[in-house]
């Protein structure tokens, strides 16, 4: 069984109706919808936003639906040149931008107990969820996402995390969702589409292009579940 996940009802919704024999069980306050889609098994998951919220439903779904994989899908905001609204980005890798241990000799989102600031997506998942990203037509990138607990609309901090981290697009759970299957474990990987570029105008970006982006992530994980 596939696991997957989406902050938000718009990033879920969508999904969950192309289910077939939907079970529904609650569970840490969360709805996790078990069915199939092209005869593959799946149990979604709106988890809420931000870190600590796509941890726990990340482990809880680990531990009660012992998913092979868990792909985190949804909206972000892109922070590299020539990354647009629309765009398609996944991840070969995740990381915090807000986990800060530099005072103690770490490396700018380096982890307590990690050597590595970042977290590795599962080989096999990107590369499929590359090929459908292809195959569906749109542009597409694949890099480092890193992710914190704040909206970014600011376009000196997001060429910050191009800069500083390699990262190609920024989000609120990601991070957290590698982590979590990192320790775990569990193979994971991530795909959202472009909702904002992260900068002065990313406010009003969002409310124009989220409904977009957000159809256009379930485009891609469900032609990733045709194959």
């Known amino acids: 069984m596939l696991g997957i996940i989406g902050a938000m009802k718009v ?3 969508k999904l969950i109706s192309a289910l077939q024999n939907k079970k529904t069980t609650k569970l840490a306050g969360a709805d996790f919808v078990q069915g199939t889609l092209h005869d593959k098994s799946v149990v979604v998951c709106q988890c ?3 870190k600590v919220n796509s941890a726990l439903m990340a482990a ?5 639906f012992k998913v ?19 765009d398609i980005v996944i991840a070969d890798k995740v990381g915090q931008h807000d986990y800060d ?3 103690f000799g770490a490396k700018p989102g380096q982890i307590d107990g990690f050597s590595d600031v970042f977290f590795e997506c599962g080989k096999s998942i990107v590369d499929k969820l590359t090929a459908t990203a292809k195959k569906s ?3 597409y990138f694949v890099g480092p996402i890193v992710s914190g607990d704040q909206f970014i609309n600011d376009t000196k901090f997001a060429n910050n995390l191009n800069t500083n981290f390699g990262a190609i697009a920024c989000d609120m759970e990601s991070g957290a969702i590698g982590h979590v299957c990192q320790l775990l474990g569990v193979p994971f990987a991530i795909m959202r589409a472009i909702s904002d570029e992260g900068d002065d105008t990313a406010l009003t970006d969002y409310d124009r292009f989220l409904q977009e982006a957000a159809e256009r992530s379930f485009e891609v994980i469900a032609g990733y579940l045709v194959k």
């Open 11 to 13: 990033e879920t919704d």
């Open 137 to 139: 037509g749109y542009k």
């Open 60 to 64: 809880v779904m680990h531990s009660t």
């Open 48 to 50: 809420g936003i931000g």
């Open 101 to 103: 241990l530099t005072v």
């Open 68 to 86: 092979a994989a868990i792909i985190n899908i949804g909206v972000a905001g892109g922070v590299a040149k020539g990354i647009k609204q629309g």
